[in-house]
T-cell receptor
Framework: DAGITQSPRHKVTETGTPVTLRCHQT?????MYWYRQDPGHGLRLIHY???????DKGEVSDGYSVSRSKTEDFLLTLESATSSQTSVYFC?????????????FGEGSWLTVV | RKEVEQDPGPFNVPEGATVAFNCTYS??????FFWYRQDCRKEPKLLMS???SGNEDGRFTAQLNRASQYISLLIRDSKLSDSATYLC?????????FGTGTSLTVIP
């Protein structure tokens, strides 16, 4: 158990509405990540954080923003949800930072945009 | 070209069979390699790391061929509980790259 919780676990929202997904960790890990997983694409990095208020873009960051105001929480916001953002979103941590060899995932947040 | 490529399967094998999955990666500077297991509607979980010398964990054996940029996973004596999707994961620099997964179903 990597001590990661995601909320909400399931959400249905309408196109054009903002949505925020929360990732909470209890073990003071410095590095946190948001991925999305879609059929045929595998896991793709949206944004990651390497400390409080330190974030960077990943491969598929368009339409997403993140914030990390405290170590334990990493928020992913879809500013204006589109149907192409229907996906499952996984938060992840690497225990030893970027030098850490393993990555651990939260249970996922299933988002449907209608 | 994708960073990590896997045969998506599906592989349908009888209980007790031996099954092998392969994965290729494109970045020769990749330094760490893993197999993850993902059950339906669950998060990926680390199955095992892959070392250059090859490594074994019970019924699971992983091999790495850096020259060919190729990773394999062998499962012996398949169990029903092995049914899942197996993800090949490669770390290059500060980034993790994920294959799309190989689906395995073990049939009674």
């Amino acid at each position: 158990d990597a001590g990661i919780t995601q909320s909400p676990r399931h959400k249905v929202t309408e196109t054009g509405t903002p949505v925020t997904l929360r990732c909470h960790q209890t073990e003071n890990h410095r590095y946190m990540y948001w991925y999305r997983q879609d059929p045929g694409h595998g896991l793709r990095l949206i944004h990651y954080s390497y400390g409080v208020k330190d974030t960077d873009k990943g491969e598929v960051s368009d339409g997403y923003s993140v914030s990390r105001s405290k170590t334990e929480d990493f928020l992913l916001t879809l500013e204006s949800a589109t149907s192409s953002q229907t996906s499952v979103y996984f938060c992840a941590i690497t225990p030893a930072g970027l030098s850490g060899n393993t990555i651990y995932f939260g249970e996922g947040s299933w988002l449907t945009v209608v | 070209r994708k960073e990590v490529e896997q045969d998506p399967g599906p592989f349908n094998v009888p209980e007790g069979a031996t099954v092998a999955f392969n994965c290729t990666y494109s970045n020769s500077a990749s330094q760490s390699f893993f197999w993850y297991r993902q059950d339906c509607r669950k998060e990926p979980k680390l199955l095992m790391s892959v070392y250059s010398s090859g490594n074994e964990d019970g019924r699971f054996t992983a091999q790495l061929n850096r020259a060919s940029q190729y990773i394999s996973l062998l499962i012996r004596d398949s169990k029903l509980s092995d049914s899942a999707t197996y993800l090949c994961v490669v770390k290059a620099g500060n980034q993790f790259y994920f294959g799309t997964g190989t689906s395995l179903t073990v049939i009674p």
